[in-house]
């Protein structure tokens, strides 16, 4: 194949928060927090250009992980374009848990499909299959690739995942401290095996958390606890362990979102929480009286979107 040089195209993609306490490495939940990005084919090398979370501190060569996400796609697709420029501007904290790499991933591969000359369309399933094999896990990246909330589970063929029709009522409120934690050392701290008993727990609450999200918002405190991993990560992250005890004592449905060390609330909207005032305004008001200095309180809502190619390739006259 040859390459467009001078074509060029932009990605967005959304933050995520993953396992949503019982689900772990299954759920996950597109946040209207983004990293957007262009792409541009060149006549060789490599240009990447940052603003935003991390623009002083990654790689701008080949280790970047958006490139290597790139390189991975553009492999598969049998293309090499010339030289590349990717101009970042990043708006998801990393080593949070608000899934940066899994966007880092997606973004990279998305840019490559839409680039990619002989490729008529973004093959969503073959992109889901990529992105996981690179991040790990299938939870970030499906949420980020579908938009809302998803499901993903592995099968024979690879990653496979669906949306959830989210309850309108359902507001996420991310808290994010200043501290954080790389994933991999988090994954780290889990054990290889687990009481049949927990299993059993988690495997019954993940069902009832689908149910709660989709119908029964009400049940989200109880849907939302867990015995798989926060408690065994706790000791890495004892800031969001004491928070999440208060939070859940005080009746907020928190989970740690993905790996931590940021914590997700999952919050309601409610008619009769107070007439004549947004009810959702009254709940962060509630969690943020709960929260230590230092941390960022982010009220947000779910991205329905996903990641999205927001202009087909052009052709620059240059
Ligand atoms: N926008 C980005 N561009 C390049 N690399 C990124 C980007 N976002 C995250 N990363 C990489 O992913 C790492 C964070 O990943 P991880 O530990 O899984 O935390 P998170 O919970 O934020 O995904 C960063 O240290 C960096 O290496
Ligand atoms: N299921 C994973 C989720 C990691 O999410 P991240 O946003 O912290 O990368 C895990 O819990 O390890």
């Known amino acids: 194949m040859t390459s467009p040089r001078g074509a060029s195209v932009r990605v ?24 957007e990005l ?48 990717i101009v970042t501007e990043n708006g998801i904290p990393q080593g949070r848990g608000m899934g940066s790499s899994a966007a880092a991933v997606v973004a990279g591969v998305m840019g490559a499909w839409a680039l990619c000359p002989d490729v008529a369309a973004v093959d969503l399933d073959a992109v889901l299959r990529l992105v996981t094999e690179i991040e790990g896990h299938p939870d970030n990246v ?22 959830l029709a989210v309850s309108d009522e359902v507001l996420p409120v991310v808290l994010v401290p200043e ?4 994933t991999h050392v988090a994954r780290g701290l889990l054990p290889e095996l687990v009481p049949h ?27 939302t606890e867990d015995r798989l991993h926060q408690a ?11 928070l999440l005890a208060l939070l859940r004592a ?8 993905g790996a931590g060390p940021s914590l997700l609330v999952l919050t309601r909207w409610h008619p009769d929480d107070r007439p004549g005032q947004p009810a959702a305004a009254a709940r962060v008001g509630e969690i943020r009286a709960l929260v230590p200095d230092g941390w960022r309180v982010l ?14 390739p052009q052709v620059s006259s240059r």
Request: glycine letters at 12%; one cysteine or more; proline letters at 4%.
């Open 12 to 35: 967005r993609v959304p933050a995520t928060s993953a396992n949503l306490g019982p689900a772990f490495d299954c759920a996950g939940l597109a946040l209207s927090v983004h990293d």
């Open 38 to 85: 262009a792409f541009s084919v060149t006549d060789g090398g490599l240009v990447v250009e940052m603003t935003g979370e991390g623009a002083d501190t990654l790689p701008t060569d080949e280790s970047h992980l958006v490139v290597r996400a790139f390189r991975a796609a553009s492999a598969e697709l049998g293309w090499t374009p010339a030289g590349l420029r």
């Open 142 to 163: 499906a949420a980020c690739l579908l938009g809302g909330a998803t499901l993903s589970w592995m099968a024979a063929s690879g990653a496979r995942a669906d949306r």
């Open 179 to 182: 501290a954080t934690l790389s």
């Open 197 to 223: 008993g927990d299993a059993a727990f988690n495997a019954g609450r993940s069902g009832l958390l689908v149910h709660a999200l989709t119908a029964r918002p009400a049940l989200l405190l109880e849907a």
């Open 232 to 242: 065994q990560r706790g000791a890495a992250m004892p800031g969001s362990r004491d």
């Open 250 to 257: 005080e009746g907020h449905a928190a989970v740690v979102s």
């Open 299 to 312: 009220p947000l809502e779910i991205d329905r979107r996903g990641a999205s190619v927001l202009d087909e």
